[in-house]
């Protein structure tokens, strides 16, 4: 008789007294469930049946196409550890070690082994022949296999033409007595060549005889001329042969040179000698390159005016005595290029708003107690306040400041 059992739960044991169990499905999963040992389903991305053993969920089954897959990783640091560890997927580890030998190393850096030296070959000679003679030589003692001596003997005879051969050069005999003077060559021609300021003669040498080199330029040469570029002896024209009757390193004064109508010349005695002088009557042209008179640049005498201002406002003392601006807002001042100045500039600062709620704030050094007495003043827009600056201290920075409100 035949049942259908639906939704049959089962809370133990089911032995079926060595019966089989036919047209059976094992539970189909997409993942690994909750492990329990002796567990098994199958898993139906994989198509693989797995049985949870020794902790673990594993493939199991014995068909052709059941691959057990491997993780790898390095293992190892040193030759004789260095290699790879395979971890498979039926939880067995297998170590794979790469031994060097001899001058080969092995090393393993993360995933990357290194083979470092180089193999040399070894071998045994098994045999050792003589062949072959020279004219006069033996050879004797071959063949060796093991060990042994090989001797060579007798006395080497050489014609003269194999000597010669040999040596490249015919060597001393009766036939000639020079030996070795006849080979050592000869130079064929020896020339000479002239320059701008130098000529030579003598050359060609093509057996012995002596070159002779010297200054090739036309004219006297004595202690009263000089070479020209042009390769010329010539005299010194108009030379000077003595100063107010003085030779040689000769320093000259006022007395030494008369003074004419245009080459004047400054000394005590004409100056005092002259009545405009002495009667400070006397006019003179100042002019700044003659005297040293230095006219005042840009630092020390130029006015800049910027407008209306707002926000941060550079103040450079390289380019002007004095900045004049207007407050549109709250303005924050900075002062560049100040140490040039240093104690001798007086930086000047026009300032002027028309809303007293407006602040300024000044740089790092400056004192705003110094200005307690007489502060800033905003209130109309014809008031202006000039502020006085100076630089005391450019490495603190400590600055000296004044304000004068009109």
């Given at each position: ?125 098994t045999s050792v022949a003589t062949a072959g003679n020279v004219s006069g030589l033996t050879l ?89 570029g042009d390769n010329t002896w010539v005299n010194i024209v108009g030379g000077v042969s003595s ?93 560049t290029n100040i140490t040039a100045y240093e104690e001798i500039k007086i930086q000047g600062l ?57």
């Amino acid at each position: 008789m035949n049942k259908i059992l639906a939704g049959l739960d089962v809370y133990g044991n089911i032995d079926l007294n060595t019966y089989q169990l036919k047209e059976v499905v094992i539970d189909n999963l997409i993942s690994d469930p909750t492990g329990l040992e002796g567990r098994i389903y199958y898993n139906t991305l994989t198509y693989r049946l797995r049985l949870y053993t020794n902790g673990a969920w594993q493939n199991i089954g014995t068909a052709t196409n059941i691959d057990t897959t491997y993780d790898l990783a390095g293992i190892g640091s040193v030759n004789g550890t260095a290699g790879v560890s395979l971890t498979g997927s039926d939880a067995t580890t297998d170590s794979v070690l790469i031994v060097g030998s001899g001058s080969i190393d092995v090393t393993r850096s993360g995933n990357t082994l290194t083979l470092t030296g180089s193999a040399v070959g070894s071998g045994t000679v098994t045999s050792v022949a003589t062949a072959g003679n020279v004219s006069g030589l033996t050879l004797t003692g071959g063949v060796i296999t093991t060990t042994g001596t090989i001797t060579l003997g007798g006395t080497l005879t050489l014609t003269s033409g194999q000597i010669i051969a040999g040596l490249a050069f015919t060597p001393y005999n009766e036939t000639n007595p020079d030996g070795y003077t006849t080979n050592i060559g000869t130079v064929t021609s020896v020339s000479t060549i002239n320059s701008t300021f130098i000529s030579g003669t003598g050359g060609p040498i093509t057996t012995s005889g002596s070159l002779t080199y010297d200054l090739s330029a036309t004219g006297t040469a004595d202690a009263t001329t000089f070479l020209r570029g042009d390769n010329t002896w010539v005299n010194i024209v108009g030379g000077v042969s003595s100063v107010n009757g003085q030779v040689g390193i000769v320093v000259l004064d006022t007395d030494d040179i008369t003074e004419g109508s245009t080459n004047l010349y400054y000394s005590n005695t004409l100056v005092s000698a002259n009545s405009n002088v002495v009667l400070n009557t006397a006019k003179v042209g100042v002019q700044p390159d003659i005297i040293g008179v230095t006219e005042l640049k840009a630092p020390f005498k130029t006015i800049i005016d910027i407008g209306n201002v707002s926000g941060a406002v550079v103040i450079d003392w390289s380019l002007a005595i004095k900045y004049k601006m207007n407050l549109t807002a709250n303005i924050t001042l900075s002062f560049t290029n100040i140490t040039a100045y240093e104690e001798i500039k007086i930086q000047g600062l026009q300032i002027t708003s028309n809303n007293s709620g407006y602040t300024v704030t000044f740089p790092t050094g400056v004192n705003i107690l110094d200005i307690v007495n007489t502060p800033l003043d905003f209130n109309l827009s014809t008031t202006k306040n000039f502020m006085s600056i100076r630089n005391l201290d450019s490495a603190l920075p400590l600055f000296q400041i004044a304000n004068y409100v009109v």
